[in-house]
């Protein structure tokens, strides 16, 4: 079965420091990787993905297959960034799954 | 406006009482999702489907069906099976072609029962 497993309840971190939420994931094949973002009173929303190995809103994250890790992280964090944060895994079965995470609350103290 | 609606925002049921949750796409995509966001559980997957008329259960979906008798809409009810049924409910959907991953939110319905 696939599972993610995000340790943290709750980051906190102050302005401008880094920033490093971790995810795990225990699958069988081969894994695809995302991290979604919830901002006070908005939806749920795509952040990244491991397969296009982009950097958005200066957030970055590499899926390392050896250690089924795929954290996100930040060099600097600002305000903005303080939200709740969902990594999620996929299945390439017949029948595809989006599993998530418990996710992490992220609190960038001014 | 192309997006995803889900109504009632707010919801009160009485114990024993079956409710329904509604949720429509007008975004022609294929695949919808139903998840229970609980507060130190995130979301934990109820229904899916990938087609029309077809649909699988979730990781939870004990206490709760769905129908998929239209691309746009993906209806969850909420029975009186359901043991704990106060969460909020979020649907989703997917679009055609795009990574499994990349899913599009509702706004979600948030279900109390009395």
């Known amino acids: 079965a696939q599972r993610v497993t995000q340790p943290e309840k709750l980051l906190s971190v102050f302005k401008g420091a880094p920033v490093e939420l971790k995810c795990n994931y225990s699958?069988?094949?081969?894994?695809?990787l995302f991290w979604y973002v919830q901002y006070s009173r908005q939806r749920l929303q795509l952040l990244l993905r491991?397969?296009s190995r982009e950097s958005i809103k200066g957030f970055t994250a590499d899926l390392n297959k050896g250690e089924t890790s795929f954290h996100l992280k930040k060099p600097f964090a600002q305000e903005e960034d303080s939200a709740m944060y969902y990594c999620?895994?996929?299945?390439?079965?017949?029948?595809?799954?989006?599993?998530f995470g418990t996710g992490t609350k992220l609190q960038v103290i001014p | 406006d192309g997006g995803i609606t889900q109504s009632p925002k707010y919801l009160f049921r009485k114990e024993g009482q079956n409710v329904t949750l509604s949720c429509e796409q007008n975004?022609?995509?294929?695949?919808m999702y139903w998840y229970r966001q609980d507060p130190g559980q995130g979301l934990r997957l109820i229904y899916y489907?990938?087609?029309?008329?077809?649909?699988q259960k979730g990781d939870i979906a004990e206490g709760y069906s769905v129908s998929r008798e239209k691309k746009e809409s993906f209806p969850l009810t909420v029975t009186s099976a359901q043991k704990n049924p106060t969460a909020f409910y979020l649907c989703?959907?997917?679009?055609?072609?795009?990574?499994?991953?990349?899913?599009?939110f509702g706004e979600g319905s948030r279900l109390t029962v009395l």
């Open positions: 489907s990938q087609i029309v008329n077809d649909f």
């Open positions: 975004l022609n995509h294929d695949a």
């Open positions: 999620a895994l996929t299945d390439s079965g017949g029948y595809q799954k989006v599993t």
């Open positions: 989703a959907s997917k679009p055609p072609g795009q990574a499994l991953g990349e899913l599009f």
């Open positions: 491991h397969i």
């Open positions: 699958y069988s094949g081969s894994p695809e």
